[in-house]
């Protein structure tokens, strides 16, 4: 999109002709609108607190699994949308697991403290039992997983199709696994607070 913006010309009377060179750039003003919009919900205010742990009672050479947790994710939209579902880490860079898991921050000394992986199970879309898939390439390929993370997209698929559909109610079990580094690895002579936090994201294909 060109803007144009018109000012007053003014003549000027020199004595030698100047040549004027011109440069330019162009702006563009981008988006979509979407004939309906979906909001994510979380049961529990989307909190899951392990408490205390004694520093002692952690692994000092491999990572501690604490316990499975799980909280419900609803999606509802206005009418049935094509929609996928990713998190953003918004403590990126602590994850002392695999890339794609999620980090749960750091100690005072700037080590990482371990990770969580989310997965989705038993999904169900407007009363149908469906399946999650995920892509890494932005929509253009799918895979059978369930996953939900920040490295790929996940969206509903009906049966053993690799397609989206579109979905007006969803929901689905999201089931955390949370590892703690090695005690080893980690300055713990004070409280050190597990601190994981994620954002799901609703986007539109």
């Known amino acids: 999109m060109h803007f144009l913006h018109a000012m007053p010309l003014v003549a000027c009377l020199f004595s030698t002709p100047i040549a004027l060179a011109a440069s330019s750039t162009d702006l563009a003003v981008k988006g979509t609108i979407t004939p309906s919009a979906c909001a994510p919900l979380i049961s529990g205010g989307g909190t899951v607190d392990f408490g205390k742990m004694a520093a002692k009672d952690l692994n000092a050479e491999q990572f501690t699994s604490l316990s499975n947790q799980s909280m419900q994710l609803s999606v509802r939209c206005e009418a049935p949308t094509f929609f996928t579902l990713n998190t953003v880490d918004n403590r990126a860079g602590s994850s002392a697991n695999h890339p794609e898991w999620h980090g749960l921050g750091m ?88 601190d994981g936090h994620a954002t799901v994201q609703v986007n539109y294909l």
């Open 107 to 194: 100690t005072a000394q700037g080590e990482k403290l371990g990770g969580s992986a989310f997965h989705l199970y038993t999904p169900v879309a407007d009363g149908v039992a469906v399946r999650t898939i995920t892509s890494g390439d932005g929509g253009v390929t799918w895979s059978p997983t369930s996953m939900l993370n920040h490295t790929v997209l996940t969206a509903i698929a009906m049966g053993n199709q690799l397609v989206p559909i579109a979905v007006r109610d969803f929901d689905a079990e999201i089931r955390l696994y949370t590892h703690i580094a090695p005690s080893s690895s980690l300055t713990l002579t004070d409280e050190v607070p597990v």
